[in-house]
């Protein structure tokens, strides 16, 4: 079971060329939580997410992930943080087994849970294809597997929903319940509001970059 962690930022920005992706957003979460991040296309959801994952760094502001500083502790955050991304940064060459047997490695997580986590995701039946085969979809699932594997504090997930079909669906919802049950604290953008809403204890809205709403996932505005 994961051990919680909490997340605070504090007046975070992040700026790209003239125009500003963060501009002072600034909230807590509670270790353990389930914040849905929500907002249209370009409000900054992404840009939250690979700031406190360390993946960019702010222009101002702070951000701590369970007690870290992200910019001059950002090796111990990423002991801690999984992250999901628009891209899925797998090896096209290697099979579904194999990338994640190259994930362990470099995580130092065992290799012998690789089997049961494609047969979780659905792709058993897969494993030792190239993922150069897969869909869009598949490779969503592929990169699902890897957040379980390594057994995160904190899951960053971005568009969880995006390339998968209706069963897909169910396997994020799955997930995150998994991830919440474990003690994890997940954030998760999405533009799946009511579906998400359900899993979600709070929901962050965002636009242009600031925070414009913050309340229970189920009253978020549509």
Known sequence: MALSAGI???NLARRY???WALADVSFSLPGGAVLMLAGPNGSGKTTLLR???TAVRPDGGSARVGGFDVVREREDV?????LLSHASYLYDSLTARENLAIAADHLGCSRSGIAALLDRVGLGRRA???VATFSAGMRKRLSFARVLLQEPRVALLDEPYGQLDPEGF?????VVRELKSAGTTVIFATHQLARAAVLADDA???EAGRVVWRGKAAEVPG
């Open 204 to 206: 962050l809205l965002l």
């Open 51 to 53: 700031t406190l994952a």
């Open 170 to 174: 169910v396997l994020v919802d799955n």
């Open 128 to 130: 030792d294809d190239a």
């Open 8 to 10: 605070e930022a504090q």
């Open 17 to 19: 060329g003239r125009r």
């Open 78 to 82: 990423r002991k801690l943080v999984a």
